[in-house]
């Protein structure tokens, strides 16, 4: 299973690459395994400014649909356009081609409660 020691993760199954205060935002391989083929994936907070934890979208799969987590508190500046036409992306790519969203972080001293990608394995059993 895929967890790339460069981007930080949530216990919610998000991961977070960090650009300046920038972040960039997707659901993990684990998470996207575990809710099998996505079919939709919907965000309606793009221009919000979100706190830590607040829902921020919903994740569509064939048996379930699964709440999206704002890792970091601040605005959400992009969404992927691609995935409304794609989101079978989230399954094939879920660390590239599959990426959520884009926030401009208001707070950075959150990102030390995200987990590295070892404290990520160990969550999952990996």
Excluded at 29 to 56: M, N, P, R, S
Aim: hydrophobic share 40%.
């Amino acid at each position: 299973m895929s967890i790339p020691a460069n981007l930080k993760y949530t216990k919610d199954h998000e991961w977070v690459s960090l650009e300046g205060d920038v972040a960039t935002v997707g659901i993990t391989h684990f998470a996207q395994k575990e809710l099998g083929d996505i079919v939709y994936v919907e965000v309606e907070t793009l221009d919000q400014t979100l706190d830590k934890d607040e829902v921020f979208g919903t994740v569509e799969a064939v048996k379930t649909v699964s709440d999206l987590f704002l890792p970091l508190s601040g605005e959400i500046i992009a969404f992927n356009d691609a995935l409304e036409s794609n989101p079978e992306s989230v399954n094939a790519d879920p660390y590239g081609a599959g990426w959520m969203i884009k926030i401009k972080v208001s707070n950075l001293s959150e990102v030390e409660e995200l987990l590295s990608s070892e404290a990520y394995k160990e969550l999952i059993g990996a």
